[in-house]
């Protein structure tokens, strides 16, 4: 019998996704999956939901920041900027309580074993784009920089450590 053939829940792909990469995880239901990461810059919450109807897989990756209503203004500017310059995915501000989140959603209608390198790609390049962006959501939040001045950082290819 062909394993690799046999179709999986796409959910139970993430989980061994997270699993490889030693993350803490739980999953509340057979179509949801969350995981927690301690990351260069802050702690990461990676949602994921399954949705057999559309056949596509939900990725929300957010910060352990969150901006006041006050904020919003220059952090829907800094949003604004950070999207023209993303090819895949998307961030926003959640709007029940103004934390920033990566957003993504991929089709899944293929083998198990394209899946799985499709969705290790998907949650390494939202962890990169949270990475890269979230200097200039803490400098717009905390510093009181001006969105188009943050976001050049971002722009900076960062080699070692001092």
Request: net charge negative; charged share 25%; proline share 3%.
């Amino acid at each position: 019998m062909d394993i690799d053939n046999i179709s999986l829940n796409p959910i139970d792909i993430v989980e061994d996704i997270i699993h490889q990469k030693k993350w803490n995880f739980s999953r509340a239901a057979d179509h949801e999956l969350v995981a927690e990461i301690a990351s260069h810059w802050c702690s990461y919450r990676l949602y994921f939901n399954w949705s057999e109807k559309i056949n596509a897989l939900s990725l929300s990756i957010t910060f352990d920041i969150c901006f006041p209503e006050t904020k919003l203004r220059k952090a829907y500017e800094l949003l604004g900027l950070i999207n023209e310059n993303l090819w895949i995915g998307h961030f926003d501000i959640t709007s029940n309580n103004g934390i920033p989140a990566f957003r993504h959603t991929i089709l899944s209608n293929s083998q198990n074993d394209i899946l799985h390198k499709k969705f290790e790609d998907l949650v390494d390049i939202g962890i990169y784009e949270c990475e890269k962006f979230y200097p200039s959501f803490q400098q717009v939040l905390f510093e009181n920089i001006e969105p188009k001045e943050a976001i050049k950082f971002s722009k900076f290819e960062i080699i070692g450590r001092a």
